[in-house]
Structure formats: structure tokens, C-alpha cells
């Protein structure tokens, strides 16, 4: 069974930086998915980017240039590292991962069977 954890959420200035983190613990392939996934009340869920345990990543147009995704796989950890944080870029941040899944991973909440229970993202100036 495995579980996510995200962390490393928090409130931050406008044009500041965060890094969340996502630790994933249980039984890991080594062929995964994982992804990272926003919401915002009354929206549905909204991509933000994904990565394969091979390296491959994939990022919705709209959040190119200022949101990095990696992934550590000795510390089984995912991590996505947001720059020039905007008001809109504020919401609960949301980890996913599907096992036994090829590469290239769609970012789409419906493929991912595990998620994390989110972290907030507080972008204010």
C-alpha cells in the first residue's frame, strides 16, 4: 500500500519561492507515475505537472517557466519547486502516483490511483 505525504507548504510573499516535497512510502515499482495537482474551492482539480520514475517529465502549458518538477528516487520523493509566485498561483497542492504505469504520464487526476492529502499554497502580497 502506498502512502503520500506532501509538505513544504505555506504562505509566502508574491515573487517568493517554494519547494514542496511529496514522500511516498510503501511498496514502489520502478516504473511510476507521479504528478502534482492544485485546487482551488469551488474548481476542480487542475494539473500542474508530472514525472515518470525514468526522468520523463510533462507540464500543462500554462504553468512552463516558473514550477520545476524532480524526483529523488533514493528518498522516494517527489518535489515541485514554484519561483515567482503569483496571487493565482495560491491553492492546495495535491500529490499523485499510479504504479506500473509507462511513460510519458498524462497529467490527469483520473489515471492516479494514490494521492496525498494535500498542502496549502498561500501566495499574498
Known amino acids: 500500500q502506498v502512502q503520500l505525504v506532501e509538505s513544504g507548504g505555506g504562505s509566502v510573499q508574491t515573487g517568493g519561492s517554494l519547494r514542496l516535497s511529496c514522500t511516498a512510502s510503501?511498496?514502489?515499482?520502478?516504473?511510476?507515475?507521479m504528478a502534482w495537482f492544485r485546487q482551488v474551492p469551488g474548481k476542480e482539480r487542475e494539473g500542474v505537472a508530472s514525472i515518470h520514475s525514468d526522468g520523463t517529465t510533462r507540464y500543462i502549458e500554462s504553468m512552463k517557466g516558473r514550477f520545476t518538477i524532480s524526483l529523488d528516487n533514493a528518498k522516494n520523493t517527489m518535489y515541485l519547486e514554484i519561483n515567482d509566485l503569483k496571487p493565482e498561483d495560491s491553492g492546495k497542492y495535491y500529490c499523485?502516483?499510479?504504479?506500473?504505469?509507462?511513460?510519458?504520464?498524462?497529467?490527469?487526476?483520473?489515471?492516479?490511483?494514490?494521492w496525498g492529502q494535500g498542502t496549502q499554497v498561500t501566495a499574498s502580497s
Open positions: 499523485a502516483a499510479d504504479l506500473y504505469r509507462p511513460a510519458p504520464c498524462i497529467v490527469v487526476p483520473t489515471i492516479y490511483t494514490r
Open positions: 510503501g511498496v514502489i515499482t520502478t516504473n511510476y507515475c
